[in-house]
């Protein structure tokens, strides 16, 4: 009988300088499971990226290319890792693979670019005579996200999740309610829009016997997945055609408490779904099989309440607990990888209670919010901590790389959400700007997958979508 390797510790400054990657267009998925355990390259393979159609474009003028490229996030940032691996910066047009994309030589990012810096006046003259707007104050020299849609109920909206298509999103709330909305037209966006309500495709009263505290799609958009503080989740089959569940649902009860946070993997060589959840009481984490609805494996070492869950692809995904950590877990060795303690206090070297975690596409930055304001970049491969940040004043309660990795959105219970910029180098202070506020706690802020607009949800009982009008 084989036996499988057990998954190499890449989290560590590796001993010997890595093989380079593969060409970004190299897809795993139509390999064997012996060929992850048997290649000498599989523990230098990316994951394989979920196919998905083009994102919605809000305008005419976005470049798709400039999302489909790799993040640069930490190609300005020396370290031990990326010094000697063969993978060049972005500077001179080479992508992280060391191949020189015309692509990205040719095209210049826009709408967003410069987009939270203050002292590029000049830019954003066109935007301001294009709007027919007067020049502002120096410091308002950036185009600004308005709100387009508001959705109103009668109890805060705690989780939103936009389809992997971008033509549709899914909200829920305390009032146990859970609705589906269409995405509205945006390419005749203007700054002097009058916020309305979205087109609700589906509704569903009393969907859970409790709150909806989470909820998330598969890459592909065919399953739907809630969880709630009644204990349960509930697995749904999604049809986008219809924009309706369909089937009969699936509800799994192994958890004991309130479940926090759920995510998806897909799982190539079973060409299957595999359901990721995880909350309150046991403080275990549960992978359910999504064709079988059972689940089959218990992740333990938490010791408090995971509080957020995610996923950049593959068999791989983080935790944040109530117990200050963070957690890598690889299904293929059935375990916990490495175990990450963000530093928000550098003067005392303590942590505070991770309340929010997100990994960036090419799975090397690593950034968690926290209950004391704080939010911290950890290098994922070099093995160190970036830099500890406060883009709030108060609880971050989540935080997302925007689908290029190029900035950070976050929200917090200071209500409002804040952009930062990931363009420059992340040792030193990250520039932010405030970009939507609400009249209350901010519980979560989700991109679109054009990265142009977001979602966010409040206990102000809204769920609002902001972007940036074309221009």
Not at 39 to 49: S, V
Not at 53 to 58: E, H, I, M, V
Not at 72 to 87: C, I, K, M, Y
Not at 90 to 105: H, I, K, L, M, T
Request: charged share 20%.
């Amino acid at each position: 009988m084989m036996l499988r390797r057990a998954w190499p510790p890449v989290y560590t400054t590796p001993a010997v300088v890595p093989a380079p990657l593969p060409p970004p267009d190299y897809y795993y998925a139509d390999k064997g499971k012996e060929y992850y355990f048997l290649a000498p390259l599989y523990r230098d393979a990316l994951p394989p990226p979920p196919r998905r159609p083009p994102p919605t474009c809000p305008c005419s003028c976005l470049l798709l290319a400039a999302s489909r490229r790799r993040s640069r996030s930490l190609d300005t940032v020396p370290s031990e890792v990326n010094a000697s691996d063969g993978e060049g910066g972005s500077d001179d047009g080479r992508s992280a693979y060391g191949v020189v994309n015309a692509a990205a030589q040719r095209s210049k990012r826009r709408s967003m670019e410069n987009l939270i810096d203050t002292n590029t006046a000049r830019t954003f003259r066109k935007y301001n005579a294009r709007a027919g707007r007067p020049a502002p104050e120096p410091n308002e020299n950036r185009p600004r996200f308005i709100p387009v849609t508001t959705l109103e109920d009668v109890q805060a909206v705690r989780c939103a999740e936009f389809h992997p298509n971008g033509s549709i999103y899914a909200v829920g709330s305390n009032s146990k309610t859970l609705r589906i909305c269409a995405y509205p037209k945006l390419s005749d966006l203007r700054e002097d829009h009058s916020t309305y309500q979205p087109t609700v495709l589906f509704k569903r009263t009393r969907h859970h016997k409790g709150s909806i505290y989470c909820m998330a799609w598969t890459p592909v958009g065919d399953l739907m997945a809630t969880g709630s503080n009644d204990k349960t989740v509930k697995l749904m089959r999604f049809d986008p055609d219809s924009s309706n569940l369909e089937g009969k649902e699936t509800e799994l009860t192994m958890h004991d408490g309130t479940v926090r946070d759920v995510c998806f993997l897909e799982d190539s060589s079973n060409k299957s779904s595999l359901l990721i959840s995880g909350g309150a009481g046991d403080c275990k984490i549960y992978v359910t099989d999504c064709a079988t609805g059972q689940a089959y494996q218990a992740l333990s070492g938490h010791t408090g309440h995971v509080l957020s869950l995610n996923n950049w692809g593959g068999a791989m995904f983080v935790s944040g607990s109530n117990d200050r950590t963070v957690r890598f877990w690889d299904l293929r060795t059935r375990g916990c990888v490495n175990v990450v303690t963000p530093i928000t206090n550098p003067q005392s070297r303590q942590g505070n209670p991770v309340a929010a975690v997100c990994v960036d596409p090419s799975g090397r930055l690593l950034v968690s919010g926290h209950e004391d304001s704080a939010c911290v970049l950890y290098d994922i491969r070099g093995g160190r901590s970036l830099q500890c940040f406060k883009p709030h004043t108060a609880d971050v309660r989540s935080i997302r790389f925007s689908p290029s990795a190029f900035y950070l959105l976050t929200a917090g219970y200071d209500n409002k959400l804040v952009l930062t910029d990931l363009q420059g180098d992340l040792t030193t202070p990250l520039p932010s700007v405030v970009v939507a506020q609400h009249a209350d706690k901010v519980i979560s802020g989700r991109w679109h997958p054009s990265e142009f607009s977001f979602l966010s949800t409040s206990a102000d009982k809204t769920a609002t979508l902001w972007a940036l009008p074309p221009l």
